[in-house]
């Protein structure tokens, strides 16, 4: 009989692969375990694979499509000169012809390549620059007669550079041929913008395309603990020169520099969601081993922590103890301890109240906080006398539970300036995750921070919530292992998100009440992308972070069934922002939409 199930299984699973393909079976496999309450090992490596299958690494890459495009760049009603800045080195011939081809090749016809060699040894490449030279006013060459490294070559190339926007490319990668007709478009969309980056891949000495990365939207908060912005950076030249171009001292990881003061000194930044670039994968490079070059975790937390002083954030960065390129954000000690108010719904369940509270009181160092328990009518003896253990706030609520209503009264009774919200089936992991929270809730840009929660096998239960995965929202990353990377840092970084989901989160009061609480229109589902949808429409961000952990024993308490009604409710509300895709995680909502 088990002979014969696995039988089934298995020639289902190749209907599957040959009707949907690889990466959909992978997301259908993994949903159909996870639904059946599989955990572990066994779900960790199949998530891994149905992850990166999905994200398309090492799948053929489907051919570009122009979008909002004029049908000609010559129909652009704003036509810049951009200037292509390339640094070279000893690159072989054919790489750098290659380079110089896909510049060549470019749909829009308005730009210049301004190429500097930095005191190139190599026959075939001084042969071949020299070869450039006669090539015509577009492509400019300047020798230095002697390396003085990356910075120093990219900034002699800035200064007989003409055109009012400035791409950089390094001299072994490609451009796709329509890269600068799109970003001249988003120019004659937004003349403000004064930075722009795409999506990027690798391209192997064979000239396979592979590792696609979709990157997310603008993120300040991921972006000082990961490199993530890359290639294809185009830069207003002016904005360029206001912060003094390259600098030196940061050689390896200078363009990463580069990008930090230039966030420091323009908000207008654009994502196109396009793979644009294509950075050579060769021996020696970063694309091909990420360790290849030394120091360059030094150097990255160095610029991080000039970048923390410029902008008077209390932390210090540190190079991240497992993963090569990533920082960590260390906040400094604190002189400012506002009120947290802790708001936890219950009812019975003593194991669940029990280990909640006890990790609450036991393990947290923040020194200003107080608990408030929401009393949804518990009758258990055990769990009045744990609730009559502690010293808590204690508010009963004796209607029909409704998580929004439960949480609204709290919030009234608390005296917080600060609320966590946290469900009764959680633990407390670190001392510190209150004061961890708060650092970065203390950005007044920032209206809500959610936690990294982990199963009790340690796997991941939640890293932010993206729009659009099965038609509304979800938690990303479910089931990978809680010390692994995600998908370019999305797990190990904090980092801007759609949503966090409610089981644990850091809001501030002030935005609490000025978005009216929590909508009591839903009964047990999606309050949380509710709450966080409308403060984000009054400006704020919301923050996902691994540096506070929780352990979420998800839904002990509440049971699995799933309201309908709250679901056409988020639609109804929300559908236009979730039928757009998810700003941050485009990789999870785009490939769940498949799946």
Not at 31 to 47: A, D, I, K, P
Not at 424 to 441: H, I, S
Not at 549 to 566: K, P, Q, V
């Amino acid at each position: 009989m088990l002979k014969d199930n696995y039988r089934f299984l298995l020639k289902k699973g190749l209907n599957s692969v040959r009707s949907s393909g690889m990466r959909v079976t992978a997301s259908r496999t993994l949903r159909f375990l996870q639904n059946r309450g599989v955990r572990g090992r066994t779900l960790n490596v199949l998530n891994t694979l149905a992850h990166y299958l999905r994200s398309g690494i090492g799948a053929p890459i489907r051919e570009h499509t122009q979008v909002n495009l004029p049908g000609s760049a010559t129909q652009f009603a704003y036509q810049p000169l951009v200037s292509i800045i390339m640094p070279v080195f000893n690159i072989e011939e054919k790489w750098l012809q290659r380079a110089i081809s896909s510049v060549q090749a470019q749909t829009y016809p308005n730009w210049e390549l301004c190429i500097c060699d930095d005191g190139s040894t190599a026959p075939d490449t001084i042969r071949a620059l020299v070869d450039l030279e006669s090539e015509g006013t577009r492509l400019r060459v300047k020798r230095l007669p002697e390396n003085g490294g990356i910075s120093k070559a990219s900034n002699e190339a800035l200064a007989f550079a003409t055109g009012d926007f400035v791409a950089f490319l390094d001299n072994d990668d490609e451009l796709e041929p329509h890269a600068l007709e799109c970003y001249v478009a988003v120019l004659n969309n937004d003349a403000r913008i004064d930075v722009i980056y795409s999506d990027e891949d690798k391209l192997s000495e064979r000239g396979i395309r592979e590792e696609p990365f979709l990157k997310p939207d603008w993120s300040p908060s991921m972006f000082r603990e990961v490199m993530y912005v890359g290639h294809l950076l185009l830069v207003r030249r002016n904005r360029i020169e206001q912060i003094g171009g390259f600098d030196s001292t940061y050689d390896g990881v200078q363009d990463y520099e580069l990008m930090l003061r230039l966030s420091e000194n323009t908000s207008a930044i654009h994502h196109v969601h396009e793979v644009l670039y294509h950075w050579r994968r060769i021996p020696g490079s970063i694309a091909d081993r990420p360790d290849s070059k030394p120091n360059i975790g030094r150097k990255q937390v160095a610029a991080v922590n000039a970048h923390l002083v410029r902008m008077g954030i209390n932390a210090i960065a540190k190079i991240h103890p497992i993963l090569p390129h990533r920082a960590v954000l260390v906040p400094n000690a604190r002189d400012r301890f506002p009120r947290v108010s802790i708001i936890i719904p219950t009812k019975d369940a003593p194991e669940f109240i029990s280990r909640c509270l006890a990790s609450i009181f036991e393990r947290s160092t923040y020194p200003n906080f107080e608990v408030v328990v929401v009393d949804n009518g518990t009758t258990d003896v055990e769990a009045l006398a744990v609730l009559d253990r502690f010293p808590i706030i204690r508010v009963p609520y004796s209607e029909p539970f409704n998580y929004s209503r439960a949480n609204n009264l709290a919030a009234a009774a608390s005296t917080g300036d600060v609320l966590v919200l946290l469900n009764n089936d959680t633990e407390v992991v670190e001392g510190d995750w209150l004061e961890q929270m708060l650092f970065f809730l203390d950005d007044p840009n920032v209206g809500a921070v959610g936690p990294l929660l982990i199963y009790p096998d340690r796997s991941v239960q939640h890293a932010g919530v993206a729009l659009g995965i099965r038609g509304t929202a979800d938690h990303v990353l479910r089931g990978l292992p809680e010390d692994s990377d995600g998908y370019f840092g999305s797990l190990s970084c904090t980092r801007e998100v759609s949503c966090v989901t409610f089981a644990c989160v850091m809001l501030r009061r002030e935005d609490f009440d000025a978005v009216g609480g929590l909508s009591e229109f839903y009964q047990t589902h999606y309050q949380d992308v509710d709450f966080c949808m409308r403060l984000t429409a009054i400006g704020r961000k919301i923050l996902y972070t691994p540096r506070t952990r929780l352990i979420h024993y998800e839904s002990a308490t509440r049971g699995s069934a799933y309201d309908s009604l709250d679901r056409a409710l988020l639609l109804d509300c929300w559908g236009a922002e979730i039928s757009a895709g998810d700003p941050y995680s485009r990789w999870e909502s785009k490939s769940s939409a498949a799946a």
